[in-house]
Every structure is written in C-alpha cells, then in structure tokens.
C-alpha cells in the first residue's frame, strides 16, 4: 500500500512518466483528477459559492497540514500558501520532483470552477517554491484583472500558455 | 525510515490513488501502471532498496508497520528465522475506498505487488504478495541468499 502520506510522491512519479510521452497526456490526466473532483465538489460550489470554496479550503489546510491562510476580498477569497505540504513532499524526495508539478493543482480546480461558475486564479509565484495565492472569484472581469498582475499564474489547459521551460 | 510523516492524515488520497490506477490501466494499460510502481519503488524509495540490496530489511518492515499505525489499519508481524510475514487482516486503503461504496479498481493491489517485487531485486530476499481479497494479504520477505 502506497501510505496516503506518500501519494504525492507517486503522483509525481505519474506525472513525469506521463510527461515521458508526450505532454498532452499529463494534461488529459488532469482534466480525468478534474472530472472525478466535480463529481466531489462542483455541485456544492455551485450552490453554497464562496462561502462552500472557503469551507473547503479551510478543511483541506487542516487535513493535509499546509501552512497557510484564507482570507475573504471583495467579491472573492483568498488562499495563501506559505509552505504547500504537496510540493514541500515532492521536494524532499530521493526521486526527481516533476518540473510542472505545481500546475496540477489548477489542472483540478479549473474545471471544478467552470462547472461551479466561479473563476479562479492561481499565482504559483514560482515551481521550486511550496508557496503560492490562489483566488477564487465570482465576476469574471475580476479575475482576469487579478490575474493580470501574477507574477506566475497557472494556465494548464491554455495552449498559448502550456508551461515552458526556464518559467 | 526515510520518509515519517506526522499530523494529520489526509486519507482521501486513497481515492485519488484509486482513480489513478484505474485511469492509467484503462488509457494506458497494465504494463505503463507496473512500470509507474516499479518507478516509485526504485526511485522515491531508494533508501529502502538500497537497505535491502546491503541484506537489511528492517526499513522496509518500518515503513509497512508505520503507516500501517497511522493509517489504523490490522495487520499481525510474524518473524521466524529469517523469514518476515507482514499478514494484513484491514487494509486501510481498501477499507476507506469500501466505507465509501467506492469501487476499487481490479489492479488496486498492483501497488504493493508490483512495489515490493521491485524491492526485492538485486538483493538477497525475496518479496511475495499473496492478495487474498477483501483488504487482506500477506507479505513474505523471505532470505534466499546469504
């Protein structure tokens, strides 16, 4: 049994094998993590908004140890990531960590927010770091402009935006 | 051990396992999901592989135990002469996914199988699995060379 403490470090191990044949089947694999986390998540989302965004969220930094906060804007929330427990693992890890590891996480929540009607936005500020802010939205123009001003924002299914390498 | 988690424990994750497995052997078959595991135990578990190919199997017997206790599952330790049985009566993997009525797919246990298969080559033991279904297996590290 892989221990649940260990699946990042397995799932990193999927990543880098899928990435081995060519990208687009680590992108057809997050948007499978997506799918099975709208069956989780969408529909709660979609009724409860922000405040079910932020009760998750507030669940998940407990139940896997992050070091991090939210707090709530004007028409959005915002997650701070100081030490992210999923990358931290992958790091600390006698095999390679995947090099867009990071952008898995938006690889699920893109299609959970598209179901929910809410917009997120991720500032992964770099992929060697365990930080980042992620925002969920409710007006669209919002993020955009939001995410405008990222310093690294995450776009795993925009193909003008696909992650390259040295970002 | 190298890797001794604490605090909580997301076991959710056993899930995500699960949809894994079952995505990658339904998009990319059975050979691509063994090499996945055979590529975790080389390599994010080298340290255990390593002990093992020097004749130590005791990291790998912590590794089974620990996460065993933290993740409340059922198992008896047995030694007998140089011989290691690990008899798991309540995977926990498995209980959490059933709890759930989460169907586990057919090649859940390809984990462990595949896993200490790897482990145990180039060392001096060998490592079986006997997957007796319903969350149940047992474990045999096993000496066969000095």
Redesign the interface.
């Known amino acids: 049994?892989?221990?649940?403490?260990?699946?990042?470090?397995?799932?990193?191990?999927?990543f880098?094998?899928?990435e081995a044949?060519g990208h687009e089947?680590v992108v057809?694999?997050w948007r499978?993590?997506g799918r099975?986390q709208c069956i989780e998540l969408a529909e709660k989302f979609r009724k409860g908004g922000l405040q079910a965004a932020h009760d998750y969220w507030t669940r998940i930094i407990?139940?896997?140890?992050c070091e991090a906060e939210i707090v709530r804007g004007d028409g959005y929330i915002e997650f701070r990531m100081h030490r992210c427990p999923s990358l931290s693992?992958v790091l600390?890890?006698?095999?390679?960590p995947f090099e867009f590891y990071c952008d898995h996480c938006m690889g699920w929540v893109e299609p959970v927010m598209e179901k929910a009607g809410l917009y997120g936005v991720m500032d992964m500020k770099s992929r060697s770091e365990p930080r980042c802010v992620f925002r969920v939205y409710e007006d669209k123009a919002k993020a955009d402009a939001y995410e405008r001003t990222a310093t690294l924002s995450s776009r795993p299914y925009a193909p003008a935006s696909r992650p390259r390498r040295g970002k | 051990m190298r890797y001794k988690e604490t605090g909580e424990v997301h076991m959710d994750f056993h899930r995500t396992t699960n949809g894994t497995i079952s995505y990658l052997r339904k998009t990319h078959g059975d050979q691509f999901l063994d090499e996945v595991f055979r590529r975790t135990a080389r390599d994010v578990y080298r340290s255990i592989h390593e002990d093992l190919k020097r004749g130590d199997p005791e990291q790998l017997v912590e590794h089974w135990t620990y996460f065993f206790d933290r993740e409340k599952g059922e198992y008896a330790l047995e030694r007998e002469g140089e011989t290691i049985r690990f008899i798991v009566k309540k995977c926990p993997a498995i209980a959490y996914l059933q709890e759930r009525g989460i169907e586990v797919d057919p090649a859940f246990c390809r984990q462990t199988v595949v896993m200490n298969q790897t482990w145990s080559e180039g060392t001096p033991f060998e490592i079986t699995t006997e997957v007796l279904g319903g969350g149940r297996c047992v474990q045999t590290i096993r000496r066969v060379k000095p």
């Open positions: 049994m892989i221990p649940s403490d260990h699946f990042v470090r397995f799932y990193n191990e999927v880098k094998a899928l044949k089947h057809a694999y499978e993590l099975l407990k139940e896997e140890n693992k600390d890890n006698d095999a390679a």
